[in-house]
């Protein structure tokens, strides 16, 4: 069964002499629209599937190194829509399908808050826009968020992900509806599918990867 991480505050890391474990890239994922065909609410495995080039992209992006990390909001559970062990159930059954095409999900983060009823009302720290659930996964797993990258099909993910410190890429597939634009929402890729945001990705990271190479020094006669 998926473990499901419904804590928003970052783990703090128990005093240790050992050397810092290594920092790692990763992508986080919202799951509904991203990953999966957006149904509402649905916890039904029978109903789950997967976006179009899922499978090619993440294969993609795992081929290079990246983490994919799930964090997905699930106001269901608060709205008494369906419990923790139907939704651990989809989860599992979401993990087993990647698994079966090459595809290995690290870890799944999810907030199981509803949005507040209020501009004005504090929210929790973890529902995306906030950027609780990447901050969480950050300090589980030794993520460095500054070279990782957020892809969700609406800006409220793309917001969390730029307040955590990540790139971000839309899934532009029309599920967002508000766009409600400022620099905070602004993606730095917009892409149709998967499969074209690894593609974005990896562009970007060869470009940056490109441009700290120190140019080769001409050797003196």
């Not at 509402?40 to 029978?46: C, H, R």
């Not at 993990?95 to 079966?100: H, I, K, N, Q, V």
């Not at 797993?141 to 790139?167: F, K, P, Y």
């Amino acid at each position: 069964m998926a473990v499901m991480r419904t804590t928003a505050r970052p783990t703090e890391p128990e005093p240790s002499s050992a050397p810092p474990a290594p920092r790692r890239r990763a992508i986080f994922l919202d799951k509904d629209g991203t990953i999966i065909e957006n149904v509402p609410y649905n916890v039904d495995p029978a109903l789950l599937k997967l976006t179009p080039s899922a499978i090619e992209g993440l294969r993609l992006l795992q081929a290079r190194g990246f983490l994919l990390v799930i964090v997905t909001n699930q106001s269901g559970l608060a709205r008494r829509l369906f419990d923790r062990l139907q939704l651990n159930q989809a989860l599992a059954a979401l993990r087993a399908m990647l698994a079966a095409g090459g595809v290995n999900i690290l870890d799944v983060f999810v907030c199981p808050h509803a949005p507040t009823a209020s501009a004005l009302a504090p929210g929790c720290l973890c529902r995306k826009p906030a950027p609780g659930l990447l901050l969480q996964a950050a300090a589980v797993h030794q993520i460095d968020l500054r070279r990782s990258w957020m892809v969700g099909d609406i800006l409220n993910d793309v917001e969390a992900g730029r307040r955590a410190g990540c790139r971000t890429v839309l899934m532009d597939v029309g599920n967002e509806t508000e766009w409600r634009l400022t620099p905070i929402r602004t993606p730095d890729v917009r892409a149709p599918d998967l499969l074209e945001a690894a593609r974005a990705i990896l562009t970007h990271e060869e470009a940056l990867e490109g441009s700290t190479v120190p140019s080769p020094q001409t050797e003196k006669p």
